[in-house]
């Protein structure tokens, strides 16, 4: 089973950076799509940024392109969020999921693991 755990979240200032990184099981993680999601109180869980196997194809979310990067060290098994510009309603739990398909995808429904989520709070 693949087991991902995130870290890295917090509070920051607005207009602040942080990085999250999702640590990941298992000898196969380099032929894994990675994604990140949020979600806040009381709203569905939403799509943020995505990244194949390889790195070699990228998806943001409107509302964070610009201001967030996905990226992957394969030889670590580690997915990273780099979290520029910070806004308010960034504010969310921040979760890594994987498809061990290695696609990538921008519906929840696509990945198979995930895991436990990071808290991320941006102040005003």
């Known amino acids: 089973q693949v087991q991902l755990v995130e870290s890295g979240g917090g509070l920051v200032q607005a207009g602040g950076s942080l990085r999250l990184s999702c640590a990941a099981s298992g000898r196969t993680f380099s032929s894994y799509g990675m994604g990140w999601f949020r979600q806040a109180p009381g709203k569905e869980r939403e799509f943020v940024a995505a990244i194949n196997w390889s790195g070699g194809s990228t998806y943001y979310a409107d509302s964070v392109k610009g201001r967030f990067t996905i990226s992957r060290d394969n030889l670590k098994n580690t997915v990273y969020l780099q979290m520029n510009s910070l806004k308010p309603e960034d504010t969310a739990v921040y979760y890594c999921?994987?498809?061990?398909?290695?696609?990538?995808?921008?519906?929840?429904?696509?990945?198979?693991?995930w895991g436990q989520g990071t808290q991320v709070t941006v102040s005003s």
């Open positions: 999921a994987a498809d061990i398909r290695g696609r990538l995808s921008l519906v929840k429904d696509g990945y198979g693991y």
